[in-house]
């Protein structure tokens, strides 16, 4: 017999990742045996009793466990889950499934859990019936159009709460999700139609019947993964979660990368954490690269700000497309960039340069205070700022240009005088650096934009440029990428989240020569984290005072995530042995639960802090390691104990967050005092909430924030009592 086509869901891995190992095994050992002979009298196929879909069945993995199964025609076959014996009978005849009359993809839904959204939240009851429906003002018709299934109608017309919103939105398939989303918040049918369903139909004539047509096409291939014969390539893709081997868009996603026509010039994508911005931007270089040559013509450039960002993307590139799309693309952080356009520029004096990390700069600056006398009126921190902040940003290179400079944005004033002082101090400092052919950072960058400066568009090295993480980079980065790439339609896609800017870096495009004036788009939903964490984490920031990259104001109005889950765990301890003693406890019980160590973070605002983790929990028998500054972590290592820096970018099932105390966040020595500049210190300070706000929206599924003595005042708004040496988790 020839081998069936046997397809798992991308929910699946959270049903597999639950059992324990033995039970694992025999679940690949199925599948493997389903696709090879699905009449082999060990599967033992059953149907279940009053299915809503007699194309329902049941399959026996061992005694205990059975898989939920859709069998549309003899040789496919679509898996769902894999539940204990009895539960697996009343999830299958739960599930509802079809081929969608506008994506022309299969999809599946538990009708069960819908009706206990309705029930847990009052919706379904007579008395709620007085109140007005979310969609009283939508008609079937238009339900039709906008590809919801028939059969989740009358549900729908059900919904009164946002909480049974929620709920269901998390139930239905994806697009049926972004639909009714959209229509909560009052996007008419038209414009729910343009921006999301347009993008998601089918190319072809859909056939609701021909299922053979919809397992091709790619609504289908992007909720669902073909089983191979490589049994180690299926483990391996069971055990990881699927945005770590697979790439799914969904719809709102699929128009931004997709879009039938060229951007005509630069576009931006903005969004809280968890909306898919990574996802849109690595999709987006796919549907360049396919109009390029395999070993012709200019490259794509995909740039972010840290080695670790960039390897996470080059790794995520070749999950996508393989050899023949990375081929295509230079992964770049921005400081490798900037490096290669000063090595391959044979006129500048800088190919062999020293590149000074921030430490560096600061011993350095601290060498020319104490040289020359300022009376105290100019401190490092300030220095340091109105360096990088006013005279890189703005390359400026005379006393001249440093007096008529534009200093917006700082919040201390300079009189001529001032000014004076300060010039000869950076002039004093800069002088010792090309000394010592050394170079800051940002100041190699503004050296690489000068070796730009005179390129036609005949030497811009890049057909596209991809910029991932867009908040975190100085003006100087923004001169130099610009001259990467000839303007022109789709030359510069950009990135990033205003409310994860967790460096000193602020930047108007459009004074950059980077106009994204009508072609700037927002994602809000969340498709990451829990509500629950995602209300936690909102809870530590304050939602003014952000910037949209542009001269504008960011806001998270809008910002959700469908997910339910627990509770975030608030606790404070008395000293950080008990802390530390909790901590260990915490991990065991998440472990116990399902969670392999290797998805479990620990984030400290400090390096010294996560050490002591990793001493406190090997100590506790439990495997942990730390994960240092531009080194890529390895999964068999565990528990992976971090800074809040190095978690930009990643993700976890679940993450403990700790030493969040006073004396931590915010950290001292990242904030200027307000006495020497209220604006930076304002600046530094909504930084650190930042960066919390960053570490606590890497979790999935499960977080937990504990300091020992006085909690930062960041918690207030979580932390609603302290007793016995814990805190609850307030509203």
Partial sequence: MAKVNVLFADTFDKAYQNLDATIQRRVVDFMLKLRKDPDAAGLN????????????????????FRAVLWRPDHTTFYLASIKPHDDAYTYAAQTVWNVNKVTGGVEFYDHGAIQEV?????????????????????????????????????????????????????????LASQVILALADGRTTDEVWADIVTQSEADDTVDPDDVAAATERPATRESFAVVTDDSEELERMLL?????????????????????????????????????KTVVALHRVKALAADIPSGAGRKILLTTYTNALSDLLHRLLDDLGGPDLTAKVDVLNIDKLVRDVLRNDAESQWVNVEILGDAAIAARW?????????????D???????????????????????????????????????????????????????????????????????????????????????VDEAQDLHAAHW???????????????????????????????????????????????????????????INVIDPDGYDDLDGGSDSLRGYRSILRGGTPEVAGYTSPTAEMAALADRIRRWHSGGIPLDEIAVIARTNATATTAVTAL???????????????????????????????????????????????????????????????????????????????????????????????????????????????LGG
């Fill in 45 to 64: 196929l059953k149907q279940p009793h009053g299915a809503h879909d007699k194309r329902v069945w049941t399959a026996r993995v061992n005694d205990n």
């Fill in 618 to 728: 090997q100590a506790a028998g439990l495997d942990a390691t730390l994960a240092r500054s531009g080194q890529t972590t390895a999964p068999e290592k565990g528990i992976q104990a971090m800074t809040m820096h190095r978690a930009k970018g990643l993700e976890f099932r679940a993450v403990a967050i700790i030493g969040a105390s006073t004396r931590n966040l915010p950290l001292p020595a990242a904030v200027t005092p307000a006495e020497t500049d209220y604006l930076d210190h304002q600046r530094d300070i909504q930084r650190e909430r930042s960066l919390l706000f960053v570490s606590a929206t890497r979790a999935r599924e499960a977080l937990s924030i504990t300091w020992s003595g006085q909690p930062s005042h960041f918690l207030t708004g979580l932390v609603r009592t302290v007793t016995g040496g814990s805190a609850g």
């Fill in 479 to 537: 001169t130099l990428l610009r001259a990467m790439v000839p303007a022109g339609p789709d030359d510069l896609f950009i990135v990033g989240d205003a409310f994860q800017r967790i460096y000193d870096n602020r930047i108007t495009l459009g004074k950059l020569g980077i106009d994204i004036r009508g072609r700037s788009h927002r994602l809000t939903l969340n498709y990451r984290t829990t509500r629950q964490i995602l209300s936690a984490a």
């Fill in 240 to 276: 990881k979660p699927m945005s770590e081997w697979r790439i799914f868009l969904h719809p709102q996603q699929r128009r931004l990368a997709y879009r039938a026509k060229p951007y005509n010039g630069p576009a931006r994508v903005s969004g809280g954490p968890g909306t898919g």
């Fill in 118 to 174: 309705l029930l847990r939240t009052g919706d379904s009851l007579p008395a709620a019936r007085d109140r007005p429906g979310f969609f009283d003002q939508v008609s079937d018709a238009d339900f039709a159009r906008l590809g919801i299934a028939s059969t989740l109608t009358p549900t729908l017309r059900e919904i009164r709460t946002e909480d049974a919103l929620l709920g269901i939105a998390e139930q239905v398939p994806k």
């Fill in 380 to 466: 490092r921190p300030f220095l340091i700022s109105e360096w990088e902040q006013v005279v890189l940003a703005q390359n400026i290179r005379t006393r001249e240009e440093y007096f008529s400079a534009r200093r917006s944005g700082r919040g201390r004033r300079l009189t001529r005088s001032d000014r004076a002082t300060v010039w000869s101090l950076i002039q004093e400092f800069e002088r010792r650096l090309d000394r010592d052919q050394a170079l800051g950072f940002k100041q190699a960058a503004v050296r690489a934009g000068d070796a730009t400066a005179n390129w036609t568009d005949a030497d811009r090295p890049y057909q596209h440029v991809i």
């Fill in 366 to 378: 601290n060498d020319v205070i104490t040289g020359l006398s300022t009376n105290g009126s100019f």
